[in-house]
């Protein structure tokens, strides 16, 4: 059954429709995943420390393909449900390029920069070298990983989330093969993991321009285009608010890896490697959620369709507040399973990490609501609601909570901070909805 933009969904629709793009996310969070298991398993905790340690760095770069994939979806879903595909086809091909031109800057201010920011982030003689070693591999290959990050949100504007889907699964398998083989048989540590990683964002990323440049069946083509600084604006403030999560995750990480190098050392920073990989994966189904379903909320928005609106946004809530309800429980039960698969070979590592993903866990019960309410405040065009729920959720609540709290709890105050920080959040994001409950739909400002 093909889905269309303009279709009345029902929850088996809408779930059928952002499923691609939940998986797309989850793919895409398992390649640090895949590289913390092989290296943690035979290279030990002092590599696994390091991946952790930088790999927040590269993700900051990563962020912003991030921002121009989400925020250049609103407008290109907006204009096809005004009716002017041409239009939307300008400004998907001129955020195409300007992410690859961006990815070669990035990736050569990144490679001559990354010792000097190791350092600065706190990093000890024994992960030094690892960190850098790994980083500057996988920036050889940062363009290819913007464009994927990006792709995640055009292909779904493009009405193909499933070839979304399945380049995003290949390109996993693909991380997963070449971590065996170059981790796994050819023992070659760190590098090994961070040139799997490259290959694996040349398919995600490459593949899509390949299809979009030729003649192809969706709502989209990469054609000609200059820039249109007006339209690079909309979308760079459209998308501001997932730019601020995404870079504020990555500042968090940082933060906390220092702070963990004071309370724990490096064993603190391996902790954290799980609990953030682990993260990644639970919370890739919210971001997924609302990559998927930002589309349908930008076109009937731009159709003026506020009954559909209402729909969609009513069946999300519930959706996704069932969701954070299930992955609290199941870390919950399975944190000494999930631990042991990446630090099951020291004792009190193992028990470290066990503690800490106990904790963790109850941040999964509130995240959901203010990464969906982003979501939706960049898909009606109002990007400052959008970026006011980010900074306050990552920047204020994050970061004050892990700097406030371990000076109250120590150690566990650093575990306990994301829980105070999403709680937060949540309470914050259903403010603003219950605020703007009588023009949510249809405000122009």
Known sequence: MNIKLSDHFTYRRVLRFALPSIFMMIFTSIYSVVDGFFVSNFSGKNALAAVSFIYPYIMIFGAIGFMLGTGGTALIAIRLGEGEKEKANQTFSMMVYVTIALGILFSIFGSVSIQQVALLLGANEDILALSVTYGSILLIGLPAFMLQFEFQSFMVAAEKPKLGLYITIVSGLTNILFDLLLVGILKMGISGAAIATDVSELVGGVFPVLYFVRKNNSSLQLIKARIDFSDLRRALANGSSEFITNISLSVVSMLYNAQLMKFAGADGVAAYGVLLYVSEIFLAVFVGYAIGTAPIIGYHFGARN????????????????????????????????????????????????????????????????????????????????????????????????????????????????????????????????????????????
Request: net charge neutral; charged share 15%.
């Open 306 to 445: 506020q009954k559909e609106l209402k729909n969609v946004f009513g069946m999300s809530i519930r959706i996704i507040g069932i969701c954070g309800f299930a992955m609290l429980i199941a870390g919950e039960i399975f944190a000494g399973a999930i631990a042991g698969v990446f630090v099951g070979y020291d004792e009190e590592l193992m028990k470290m990490t066990v503690h800490a993903f106990r904790i963790f866990s109850f941040s999964f019960l509130f995240a959901s609501i203010p990464i969906y309410c982003s979501a939706f405040f960049t898909a009606l065009n109002n990007g400052v609601l959008s970026a006011l729920i980010s900074f306050v959720r990552t920047f204020l609540f994050e970061i004050g909570s892990v700097l406030l709290l371990p000076m109250i709890m120590g150690l566990d105050g650093i575990w306990f901070s994301l829980v105070v920080a999403e709680l937060a959040a949540s309470i914050l994001s259903i403010g603003i909805l219950l605020r703007k409950r009588k023009v949510l739909f249809f405000a122009d400002a």
